[in-house]
């Protein structure tokens, strides 16, 4: 079992930057790829990063590329998502999620980040 807590959220002025956190619980992170989605209202989840444990292997959604980094501290395990040039449609709910083999089996309870114009 792995347990996901997100922080970091709040509100930021257009073009600014939010570094959200993701504290990983569980015996066995290695074997899971961490990635993190985010859901605006009226809308699907959609993923925004992910990145392996082990390697640090990283993948970005187009929409995101060149504006967030994903990364880990192992020590702690906990994963970041830096989040630089915010514009108010990456206003949403993010979650962080952890994947094994196929799907996102586990999810943590949200952090909200608003993006003012």
């Known amino acids: 079992q792995v347990q996901l807590v997100e922080s970091g959220g709040g509100l930021v002025q257009a073009g600014g930057s939010v570094r959200l956190s993701c504290a990983a619980s569980?015996?066995?992170?290695?074997?899971?790829?961490m990635g993190w989605f985010r859901q605006a209202p009226g809308k699907e989840r959609e993923f925004v990063a992910s990145?392996?444990?082990?390697?640090?292997?990283?993948y970005y959604a187009d929409s995101v590329k060149g504006r967030f980094t994903i990364s880990r501290d192992n020590a702690k395990s906990t994963v970041y998502l830096q989040m630089n040039g915010l514009k108010p449609e990456d206003t949403a709910v993010y979650y962080c999620?952890?994947?094994?083999?196929?799907?996102?089996?586990?999810w943590g309870q949200g952090t909200q980040v608003t993006v003012s114009s």
């Open positions: 999620a952890a994947r094994y083999y196929n799907d996102y089996n586990f």
């Open positions: 569980g015996r066995t992170l290695s074997r899971y790829v």
């Open positions: 990145i392996t444990w082990s390697g640090g292997t990283t």
